[in-house]
Nanobody
Framework: QVQLVESGGGLVEAGGSLTLSCVAS????????IGWFRQAPGKERNFVAV????????YNVDAVKGRFTISRDNAAMTVSLQMNSLEPEDTAIYYC??????????????????WGRGTQVTVSS
């Protein structure tokens, strides 16, 4: 079991920055890939980024366009998402999620077994 709690969301103007945090508790954090997803009102929950226990990363390039950086501190059991140059289109609830480490399935919601409750990010124009 892995429990996840997100924080760091808020209201920011376009062009601004936010850093989201996902703090984990439970067992075997170091054996799980941790991903970030986001869900805008009326839309599906979509993949943003993922990081492996060793620090390997993958991004939804179309969504983040080089503006976001995911990082991980295994000792602190924390994964962060640094978001720069935010746009109104980034407005969504951001969720972190965990799945047992694997080489595929990173972008599929169904691959993730554990989810946090989300944190709201609102970008004003």
């Amino acid at each position: 079991q892995v429990q996840l709690v997100e924080s760091g969301g808020g209201l920011v103007e376009a062009g601004g920055s936010l850093t989201l945090s996902c703090v984990a508790s439970g067992r075997a954090f170091s054996r799980h890939d941790i991903g970030w997803f986001r869900q805008a009102p009326g839309k599906e929950r979509n993949f943003v980024a993922v990081i492996s226990p060793e620090g390997g990363t993958m991004y939804n390039v179309d969504a983040v366009k080089g503006r976001f950086t995911i990082s991980r501190d295994n000792a602190a059991m924390t994964v962060s998402l640094q978001m720069n140059s935010l746009e109104p289109e980034d407005t969504a609830i951001y969720y972190c999620a965990a799945k047992v480490k694997s080489l595929n399935g990173h972008q599929s919601r169904r691959a993730y077994s554990y989810w946090g409750r989300g944190t709201q990010v609102t970008v004003s124009s």
